[in-house]
């Protein structure tokens, strides 16, 4: 018995140690259907939204645990629990569920990072969705200006995807380099995977070393997608985000141990 007692203890450590370089993360699953900002940090961690436009016109909503986007209007971010400093050779994650019902040949973004959290120019890793026949490809650029790089497969509207967006700092200027990885196989190495797209630097702005805070923005109202986002991370390893229990089920697993170790106390 002291052997699985021992065991017990140690999975929830390591469980522990193993989320502890995930900066965010947040499912949505503790609000109610309405305005996503405004709501405030709960006992998860789960972010603090904020409106960083000036537009209050077509508030981002909450609806049913999921995030919707609508195509113009307010803009929001949640500052990182631990703010994520960039250093050459490093890199970091980004991970969410998208379900996109409407696309315009155009494009525009609808995900990005900031720095300082709360500023509207600062705005990193941009990724975009266009239409593209009967369905839609997603694009990325890594600051304002420039020609936006898009991956070739088309996806289909309706169908939920699993993202993971790997920004990696490379040394030198305006040379950083993205790749999105959509439905990985392997949710703990990255490069057992196929990359849906890759890219460097796209962009006439400056590089950043700080991603202080992920956002959600709706584009041009002739240009942006409608979708739902779920289950938001970031993270400074690719299994950090592409695979994050929920709260609740982390929570239970805890409750689960620290009951077995009482469970054994008792029968020593």
């Not at 490809?137 to 169908?159: K, W």
Request: hydrophobic share 35%.
């Amino acid at each position: 018995m002291k052997r699985i007692a021992f065991f017990s203890a140690a999975s929830i450590a390591a469980s522990l140690t193993a989320r502890a370089s995930v900066s965010f993360y947040d499912n949505f699953d503790s609000y109610t259907n309405g305005n996503l900002a405004g709501t405030t940090q709960n006992g998860f961690g789960q972010g603090t939204w904020q409106q960083d436009n000036t537009s209050t016109a077509t508030p981002i909503q909450i609806n049913n645990g999921a995030v919707a986007i609508g195509t113009s209007g307010q803009d929001i971010y949640s500052a990182l629990t631990t703010p994520i400093t960039l250093t050459d050779g490093s890199s970091f994650y980004i991970g969410l569920t998208v379900n996109v019902s409407a696309a315009q040949a155009t494009g525009d973004y609808f995900l990005h990072w900031s720095t300082p959290a709360g500023t509207t120019t600062t705005f990193q890793e941009r990724l975009f969705i266009r239409s593209s026949g009967s369905g839609f490809q997603f694009g990325y650029a890594t600051t304002g200006g420039g020609t936006t790089a898009y991956g070739t497969p088309v996806l289909n509207f309706g169908q939920s995807y699993q993202l993971v967006l790997a920004y990696n700092d490379v040394s030198g200027t305006a040379n950083d380099t993205f790749s999105l990885y959509v439905n990985p196989t392997d949710l703990t190495t990255e490069g057992n995977n196929t990359a849906y797209m890759t890219s460097g630097f796209v962009g006439t702005g400056s590089e950043q070393t700080t991603v202080s805070a992920i956002d959600f923005r709706q584009g041009s109202a002739t240009q942006a997608p409608t979708l739902t986002a779920d289950n938001l991370a970031v993270g400074t390893t690719f299994a950090d985000v592409s695979n994050v229990p929920e709260p609740s089920a982390a929570a239970l697993g805890i409750v689960g141990g620290l009951a077995g170790l009482v469970i054994w106390k008792r029968r020593k």
